[in-house]
């Protein structure tokens, strides 16, 4: 990898630019099940405008002078994603001259100024090696001379990194450039590692090389055991490492490139951050999503994360694409090869995940793949004849090309979230946009039309099965058991709303139920249908009912229940203390005129740890969704229709595919 040094007019100006920058939520990223993926960002800039989009990424990997030019800005972006892991960019075996000329308080004029001249790689006339042109090789064996303080480069950058980096307290870990498994690779001469005036073979000058890089290695991580340590250069110090990483992917064949990829894979440290770098070649190529998938694939389907830029005289862009958007959940197969030789290890392999499956087609010919079942192609504006969200059971793939496809949301997928047994669910995210193809939420085990929510009430590890149907709520444990109780008495017989979530301090869940009639009352009871609390929520004498839902508005720990009026009264909504007292204001969702009531709904939908509070436009009315704050504060809306509804729109809000955030489910709209 290539390091491009800074222009010290353009540092002095950017180190003069404003500060701040307005915070976003958390990433989209790994953690959450998203496709994992790194960016090398190493460009001298670090622009507060760029900030938001660069903590879009989970692993963000800088020079390591960025600690002395932008140091709030580094906490900026941890602050902005706060899962993100944030890597100081080290070469293992080289400086460069540009360095020495940097301003003393950077890291690495710092160890330019500590650099001796033992420790210089060397032909056996005394030339001095280099990498590239004006970057001099540093010999990291055991074998050269040690310098005047009795250290070898080896013992003294595991030093450096502990003491001048890593203590700066900004950075998770270090990035180690060209941690190759020989010199023979990148030494253009004959070198003389041991000073003795005779050239080395290459068989012994690898060999050194790698049980000196293996100490170093081996060092650093004694030094600070919680860091974590990525050397790009290949497998050969996998089990040294959290993870090797592999710039250039496919460099010359991706056959025994991607072998080696999966061998590191299992065995570096964990957490494994083991990585492939696509690039451009160096050419401006963003539009490029063939290749893009291709390495995304294959990264996906080998179990690693993922980079993809311009080159190594690039290593600074802000390029995202659409899947990297794409939750596809944890992995739930090893990788299999689907059609192609196995020798070779070269054909279409593939990879199945919680919500989805990565296809890869290494070949040099289109491939038609047969699927298991109907999968949803992802929705995207990039490249649409390939991310149309059409439905599929078999896709072709063009030479050296890759898809990610989602499984068919189900209605099991929606925990912790009410919904109308048998309704058609429409998917959209909290900007409105809609994330993947609806479906129709039937539950077989229970009726059509009722209020149903799959949640884990008694805490044993199972999803237990509540329905309200006809003035009585039944639930199904997963044991097998079934408890029924009448939460209005043995007299009623309507509809109620109900919402499932912890009001209290105890292990256990409870069912916060909405009468549909009069009074407007909400009842909070045990999991197993003790009455824990009361309340009317609006005038007793309205015959709209209400709806319920519940969850953690300010991100404080407790749950707070939102109440939405029912038909016939106006789209009020008012925010109660799961005990019935007033905890927040009330407010209208919709314009007051409207009389067709409102539904509610809660839940994160922008990663925030904040729930919002959803609201569904009610009968008579235009269908529409608003997202609110615990304030009253609209912050998106949603218009789905041109025409009024005679029923209105039910609202739900669930992490469906599991990557951080609530979808919003809105039933009640035509299915197709």
């Known amino acids: 990898m290539r390091w491009r040094g800074p222009i010290i007019l353009g540092l002095i100006l950017s180190l003069l630019a404003p500060a701040t920058v307005p915070v976003v939520v958390r990433a989209a990223n790994g953690i959450h099940g998203s496709p994992p993926v790194i960016n090398l960002y190493l460009g001298w800039q670090l622009r507060n ?91 990291v064996t055991n074998e050269g001379p040690a310098g005047p303080t009795g250290e070898r480069w080896n013992e003294f950058l595991p030093r450096f990194i502990h003491q001048d980096i890593l203590s700066s307290g900004l950075w998770d870990g270090i990035f180690l450039d060209n941690t190759f498994s020989g010199i023979s690779y990148f030494a253009r001469s004959p070198v003389d590692l041991d000073r003795n005036g005779i050239a080395d073979t290459k068989t012994a000058e690898n060999a050194a090389w790698r049980a000196g890089m293996k100490k170093m290695l081996r060092t650093i991580h004694a030094d600070d055991p919680k860091a974590i340590i990525m050397g790009n250069g290949g497998a050969v110090y996998a089990s040294d490492l959290n993870g090797a990483f592999f710039e250039h992917f496919p460099s010359w064949s991706w056959g025994p490139n991607w072998k080696e990829f999966r061998n590191a894979v299992t065995k570096s440290r964990s957490p494994n951050l083991t990585g492939l770098n696509v690039n451009t070649d160096n050419y401006d190529r963003q539009n490029d999503y063939q290749l893009m998938r291709y390495g995304l694939t294959s990264a996906l389907v080998g179990g690693g994360w993922y980079s993809f830029d311009r080159g190594d005289w690039g290593h600074d862009v802000l390029w995202w694409y659409d899947e990297y958007n794409t939750a596809l959940g944890a992995s739930r197969s090893a990788p299999r090869l689907i059609q192609g ?27 038609h793949v047969r699927l298991s079942g109907v999968y949803e192609k992802i929705r995207g504006s990039q490249d649409p004849s390939i991310n149309t969200g059409a439905l599929v059971t078999s896709v072709e793939l063009q030479p050296h090309d890759g898809v990610l496809l989602l499984r068919q949301s189900s209605p099991q997928e929606i925990q912790n979230a009410s919904f109308i047994n048998g309704s058609f669910m429409h998917v959209y995210d909290g900007t409105g946009k809609q994330k993947q193809n609806g479906f129709f939420a039937q539950l077989t085990d229970a009726p059509s039309g009722a209020e149903v929510e799959l949640a884990d009430l008694d805490r044993d590890g199972r999803n237990d099965l509540v329905i309200a149907k006809n003035g009585i709520i ?89 109440t939405g009026a029912g038909p016939s009264g106006g789209p009020h909504i008012r925010i109660w203390k799961t005990d019935g007292k007033v905890w927040g204001g009330s407010f209208f969702a919709f314009p007051s005129s409207e009389t067709g009531g409102v539904s509610v709904a809660v839940g994160d939908v922008d990663g925030d740890g904040k729930d919002e509070i959803i609201a569904g436009s009610g009968a008579g009315t235009i269908p529409r969704v608003r997202i609110f704050d615990f304030r009253g504060t609209m912050k998106a809306e949603i218009t789905l229709g041109t025409k009024p509804l005679p029923f209105g729109i039910h609202v739900a809000a669930s992490d469906i595919n599991g990557d951080g955030r609530a979808e919003i489910l809105v039933s009640g709209l035509s299915a197709f």
Request: proline fraction near 5%.
């Open 341 to 367: 030789a196995k020798r070779s290890g070269v054909g279409v392999w593939g990879r199945d995940f919680a919500h989805g499956l990565a296809l890869v087609n290494s070949t040099d010919a289109k491939q």
């Open 474 to 562: 039944t639930i199904h444990y997963s044991n097998g058991k079934r408890r029924s109780f009448h939460p209005f008495g043995l007299k009623y017989t309507g509809e109620m709303f109900i919402a499932i979530q912890n009001t209290n301090r105890d292990p256990a869940l409870e069912i916060v139920v909405g009468r549909v009639g009069t009074p407007p009352e909400v009842r909070v009871f045990s999991a197993y249908g003790k009455l824990l609390a009361h309340w009317s929520a609006y005038n007793p004498a309205f015959a709209g009912g209400v709806h319920v839902a519940i969850g953690d508005l300010n991100g404080d720990g407790l749950r707070e229940i939102v």
């Open 49 to 139: 405008e760029d900030l938001v989009k660069l903590a879009k990424w989970d692993v963000v990997v800088l020079d390591a002078d960025q600690q002395a030019r932008y140091p709030n800005r580094l906490r900026k972006l941890r602050e902005l994603n706060p899962s993100i892991k944030l890597l100081a960019y080290v070469p293992s075996e080289e400086i460069a001259s540009a360095r020495f000329t940097e301003p003393v308080n950077y890291p690495f004029a710092k160890m330019a100024s500590q650099i001796q001249d033992a420790w210089y790689v060397r032909g056996t006339r005394g030339n001095r090696a280099e990498f590239w042109p004006g970057s001099a090789l540093l010999n």
